[in-house]
């Protein structure tokens, strides 16, 4: 290839400046249709297999939250990141002997969906003098595959993660089902989310829509909405 690397990084430039534009574009518009202030709405970037140059860009673009599902991956990616203003936000399934790893970078784990993990997180979080802000993974479909609690699970594992040390209960995370419309899901995870802030009232977080459905999360409420396909383009298996 004729083009050399900074001339490559322009250009990526230019497509990411494009799709945060399109992002921030419907994230103000579903903002207004639902009478909501822009600034009640976090974008986290999912980066997932996207290299630490795409992080580095969207850092230089204003993105201080990014999302990643895979420990290996995002642990490589943080550390060549570091010293950049991010906070790096787990959001994929955990497994615990992955907890030391996720926990010497991530500010605020999505995905906890079993008091084993909250009190692994905890452990880890105190061992090292940090703090993690864990939401609950609720499960809104019957898939057990994606992860999550079941609704009337959602209780019990919010009072152990408040009253871990470590732990700080940030409020509640989904994935709307796949396929169909994804309101319902989201109405419900909203009235999850009020239920839940009458016991712990700042667990204000609500983290769902992604980029085809952030408009709808919007509107039912969220708080952290976690793009990746409509920020960085479809994704092509990563190679390490
Ligand atoms: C990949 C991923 C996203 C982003 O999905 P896009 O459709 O690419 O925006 C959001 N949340 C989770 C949990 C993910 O794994």
Redesign the pocket.
């Known amino acids: 290839m004729s083009v050399n690397n900074t001339n490559t990084n322009t250009t990526r430039r230019d497509e990411i400046a494009a799709g945060l534009a399109e992002v921030e574009r419907r994230i103000a518009g579903a903002c207004q249709s639902a009478g909501r202030a822009r600034h009640e709405i976090t974008l ?1 970037a ?1 980066t ?1 297999t996207r290299p630490a140059s795409d992080v580095r860009i969207l850092a230089g673009l204003g993105i201080r939250d990014v ?1 990643e ?1 895979r420990d290996q991956e995002a642990a490589a990616k943080a550390g060549e990141c570091a010293g950049l203003p991010l906070t790096w936000h787990f ?2 399934q955990l497994q615990t002997n992955k907890v030391r790893s996720v926990v010497s970078y991530a500010g605020v784990i ?2 906890i969906d079993r008091p084993k993990l909250a009190e692994a997180v905890g452990r880890e979080a105190v061992r090292t003098g940090r703090e993690v802000t864990c939401l609950v993974q609720v499960a809104l479909d019957e898939d057990p595959g994606r992860g999550g609690v079941v609704p009337a699970g959602l209780p019990a594992l919010a009072d152990l993660i408040a009253v871990t040390g470590g732990l700080r209960l940030g409020g509640v ?1 989904a ?1 709307a089902p796949l396929g169909g419309d994804p309101g319902p899901a989201f109405a419900r995870l909203a009235e999850l989310s009020a239920e839940l802030r009458k016991d712990h009232p700042d667990a204000k977080v609500i ?1 769902a ?4 459905d ?1 408009a709808e999360a919007i509107r039912h409420g969220a708080t952290h909405v ?7 383009g ?2 092509t298996p990563f190679v390490r």
């Open positions: 986290v999912v997932k999302g599902n959001v994929g999505h995905s995370m994935v983290s829509g992604m980029s085809g952030l976690r793009v990746g396909t409509a920020l960085l479809r994704r």
